[in-house]
């Protein structure tokens, strides 16, 4: 497999940031994304261990993002587009195909209830002519998103890392991090992990942002979708309402909360989200390279330039299915060049954690 090449002095700097900072022995960036890649894969193991002792038949999952729920959507491209944002598939008025993949942060099957962050995946079908199946691997472009501004990571062995200590229980979360990193460390990924987990909003309330940054056209770019004006939204004491009905009925309604939330938006009609860039403006309030630092709006405010359409429906049992062998990955892409460290090391941990699980994975040789 083909990687993409990185300027040397690029290689240098984060292989000597790696190791004064995060005590990470230099090593060439190949061989990181090959570690990372083999701890990606421990982890999955280390979750199927887990989940065996309650289930006996549980499987593989993938790495992070775990349980999710998915439907089918339409991508809609905003009639009045910029010029400059008239890149490829964003042509003004253009339709295409979605499947949308909405999930629970980490990497084990957990009630959805329990403490996490929230994450989206959507799959286009760039070709109109064709129509998007789950396996499909030609003519697509995947947009990967979680309900915080930014990463809780530095950079992609602080991600691996923080994950390995999430698998071995939250009880000892906080003391793990504070003895890795310090005190001052561990509060700041501490604050990251804590900002979305004070409220229960369901799936569709949230906002979704892509935290890393993108190539798009001339300019440099982040993404995110968040709810359309008009959409259902529920104050935070209708939301813990609906919580505690759900922990007095039990089953079904208090360990898949947020699926039968999003079942009931859907039953009732259509969900719609903005999709919105924000566009580069210089590396101090826009860093391209840092994803634990946020791109505020006051300095870059979102525009939308599509609608995230997903019509009335029910759960499909043979779509949810069908999307746990899809494997969502930044590089499924045409016009979103994935940009930065953490986004080079996703492209070969994301596709080693499909491999393992027996998810179709789309070539990247070139």
Avoid at 58 to 70: D, I, N, S
Avoid at 263 to 273: H, M, P, Q, T, Y
Avoid at 277 to 284: A, P, R, W
Wanted: aromatic share 8%; net charge positive; proline share 5%.
């Amino acid at each position: 497999m083909r990687r993409d090449p990185q300027p040397a002095i690029m290689t240098l700097f984060h292989s000597l940031y790696l190791a004064n900072y995060l005590k990470v022995p230099i090593m060439s960036q190949d061989k990181m994304f090959d570690d990372l890649s083999e701890r990606m894969k421990r982890m999955q193991v280390k979750a199927r261990e887990k989940a065996k002792k309650r289930d006996t038949s549980a499987t593989l999952k993938r790495g992070f993002h775990a349980k999710g729920t998915g439907v089918r959507g339409k991508f809609q491209v905003r009639s009045e587009l910029p010029t400059h944002l008239q890149v490829g598939l964003f042509q003004p008025g253009a339709v295409y195909e979605a499947l949308v993949r909405f999930s629970n942060a980490r990497g084990e099957v957990l009630g959805d209830l329990n403490k996490d962050q929230r994450g989206i995946a959507i799959r286009l079908k760039t070709n109109p002519a064709e129509n998007l199946l789950p396996m499909d691997d030609s003519d697509i472009q995947d947009f990967l998103m979680t309900n915080t501004p930014i990463s809780f990571a530095r950079n992609p062995v602080q991600f691996i890392e923080v994950g390995e200590i999430l698998l071995g229980g939250i009880g000892g979360v906080i003391p793990k991090l504070v003895t890795k990193y310090g005190f001052k460390e561990a509060r700041r990924i501490l604050g990251v992990f804590l900002a979305p987990l004070i409220s229960f909003k369901p799936l569709q309330m949230n906002e979704y942002w892509s935290r890393t940054s993108y190539q798009f056209g001339s300019t440099q770019v982040r993404f995110l979708i968040r709810p359309s004006a008009g959409s259902k939204m529920l104050s935070s004491s209708q939301q813990l309402l609906g919580v505690l009905r759900s922990l007095m009925q039990g089953g079904s309604q208090k360990d898949h909360y947020l699926r039968e939330k999003l079942r009931e938006a859907l039953r009732e009609g259509e969900v719609r989200f903005d999709f919105c860039v924000q566009l580069f403006v210089d590396e101090k309030r826009t860093p391209i390279e840092d994803a634990y630092i946020e791109w505020k709006e006051s300095d870059s405010p979102p525009i939308a330039i599509a609608t995230l359409i997903i019509p009335k429906q029910d759960l499909d049992r043979q779509l949810q299915q069908d999307m746990e062998r899809m494997a969502f990955n930044p590089w499924n892409t045409h016009e979103f060049t994935p940009l930065g460290l953490i986004n080079l090391a996703r492209k070969n941990v994301y596709d080693a954690s499909a491999s393992q699980r027996g998810a179709a994975v789309k070539s990247r040789d070139q």
